[in-house]
C-alpha cells in the first residue's frame, strides 16, 4: 500500500510507515505545502492501528535542501535578507507545527538522513527520535550567512541536543559538517555507506516496531519533555 500527497510520498514495510519528501528535482526543499504534508502523513501514521514506527527520509540524493528559496534565487546581501524574510517567517511556522506533531507522537521515528540536510531541514531531523546518516551526508545551517539569526526555537533544539557550545558553532560559523563529525558530536546515531542509509533505518524502525507501543510512548515522552515545551511555545 502506497499513500502520495503532491509532495511527500508514504510506502509501508510491514509495520514501519517511510514517509519521504519527494521534491527530488528541487533537492526535497521545504515549501508550506510539503511542511504541511508532512504533519499531515505523521499525523495519519499515529492513527493507524497498522504502524507502530516510521523512517523520515529524501526523495533522490539529498535529505533536504532547506527552505525553498526559489522565489530570491540570484540575490545577494540585504535584497536578500530583506526578499526572503516573509518566506522565513511562513517555513518557520510550518516547520514548527511539524516538530510538535514529531516530538509529541506516540511513535518512534527514526531518520534516514541520505544526503545534505541545509537549515530547517537539520531541524527537522533534530525531530526524529534516531537519525542514521549516510556517510556522504553534509549538515548545516546557513541562516547567520544570509544575514539573519535562526530563530528560537530552532536555536533551542540544537541547544538541547547538542549543547550550547556545540549549537553556537554550528549556527555562528555556517561550517559544513560531515556525518562522522556529527555522530561524535551525538547529533547522529550511526553512519552508513550511502545506499544502505534508509535500510539501515528501516532495520532500526522494525526493532522499535516490535517492542510494546506504550512503553516506547512513555520513553518517548519522556525523552522528548523539553523538545516538546519548546515546539509548543513556538505555535501561532
Not at 510506502?11 to 508532512?38: F, I, S, T
Not at 531541524?123 to 556522504?136: K, P, Q
Not at 516496531?209 to 523539553?226: C, H, I, M, Q, W
Amino acid at each position: 500500500m502506497t499513500e502520495r500527497f503532491e509532495f511527500v510520498s508514504v510506502r509501508y514495510d510491514g509495520g514501519v510507515a517511510v514517509v519521504e519528501m519527494n521534491r527530488p528535482d528541487k533537492r526535497n526543499a521545504m515549501n508550506v505545502v510539503m511542511l504541511e504534508e508532512l504533519r499531515l502523513a505523521l499525523e495519519h501514521e499515529e492513527a493507524s492501528n497498522d504502524v507502530s514506527a516510521v523512517v523520515l527520509t529524501g526523495r533522490g540524493a539529498v535529505f533536504s535542501s532547506g527552505a525553498d528559496r526559489g522565489a530570491v534565487e540570484g540575490m545577494e546581501g540585504d535584497a536578500l535578507a530583506q526578499a526572503f524574510a516573509p518566506v522565513a517567517i511562513q517555513i518557520a511556522s510550518g516547520v514548527a507545527r511539524l516538530m510538535l506533531r514529531m516530538v509529541t507522537m506516540n511513535k518512534p521515528i527514526v531518520g534516514a538522513i541520505n544526503g545534505h540536510a541545509v537549515g530547517g531541514a537539520l531541524i527537522v531531523a533534530l525531530g526524529c527520535d534516531l537519525r542514521v546518516a549516510a556517510d556522504h551526508a553534509v549538515l548545516w545551517m546557513p541562516e547567520i550567512g544570509m544575514g539573519r539569526a535562526i530563530g528560537a526555537p530552532s536555536m533551542a533544539t540544537l541547544i538541547a541536543c547538542a549543547g550550547p557550545l556545540v549549537a553556537k558553532e554550528i549556527v555562528l560559523t555556517s561550517k559544513r559538517f560531515t556525518a562522522q563529525q556529527m555522530a561524535a558530536m551525538q547529533l547522529v546515531n550511526r553512519v552508513a555507506a550511502g545506499n544502505d542509509v534508509v535500510e539501515i533505518a528501516l532495520e532500526l524502525a522494525r526493532s522499535l516496531a516490535v517492542l510494546d507501543g506504550s512503553a516506547v510512548a512513555t520513553v518517548k515522552s519522556r525523552a522528548n519533555a523539553e523538545l516538546a515545551k519548546i515546539w509548543a511555545e513556538a505555535q501561532d
